[in-house]
């Protein structure tokens, strides 16, 4: 059964840039502190294979309001130029996906986000401030977008 505190986010990038230069940027989730703003840390707990299968990191990320979320993430899965999922826990506890795919205009880039917060704050404030606590973590995932087409020297997709 959903809760306030349970979130679902689809957010899509058109990025004018081929699918493996997009794919390399989002795989190596060590570097997004230098290019997503709202991303502060990211810490190694554990090496995964080759795809990247079993990576383990700790983030700690924030966006416009005041507060920050301390998660684990894992990959689970990969797929190459293809997916990416990984499970979450901590303050954000569920399920992320990204998917790429080569379009005329270079790649769509898909982010599936279904979490339930367990921080305390935010389980407070998720009954009565759900479109602000969105509003925010939209904020975060344009930064995101922004970042990686500055990354990738590529102009905004108009």
């Not at 390399?24 to 703003?37: G, N, S, V, Y």
């Not at 005041?66 to 999922?85: A, D, G, Q, T």
């Not at 826990?89 to 992320?96: A, H, I, M, Y």
């Not at 790649?107 to 979490?115: F, S």
């Amino acid at each position: 059964m959903a809760t306030a505190s349970d979130f679902e986010f689809t957010t899509v990038w058109e990025l004018p840039a081929p699918v493996g230069r997009v794919w390399d940027e989002l795989l190596d989730i060590d570097a997004w502190p230098t290019w997503w703003r709202g991303f502060e840390r990211v810490d190694v707990v554990r090496e995964g294979d080759a795809n990247g299968v079993g990576n383990v990191r700790d983030l700690v990320t924030h966006g416009r309001l005041p507060y920050r979320l301390r998660y684990r993430v894992e990959v689970v899965r990969v797929e190459p130029l293809r997916l990416i999922e990984a499970r979450s826990t901590g303050d954000l506890e569920g399920f992320g996906r990204w998917t790429t795919e080569s379009t005329d205009g270079g790649t769509r880039a898909v982010y599936l986000w279904q979490v339930r917060t367990t921080n305390r704050l935010l389980r407070a404030l998720s009954p009565l401030a759900r479109g602000t606590l969105t509003r925010n973590h939209d904020q975060v995932m344009e930064w995101g977008r922004q970042g990686i087409l500055e990354r990738l020297r590529v102009p905004a997709a108009s």
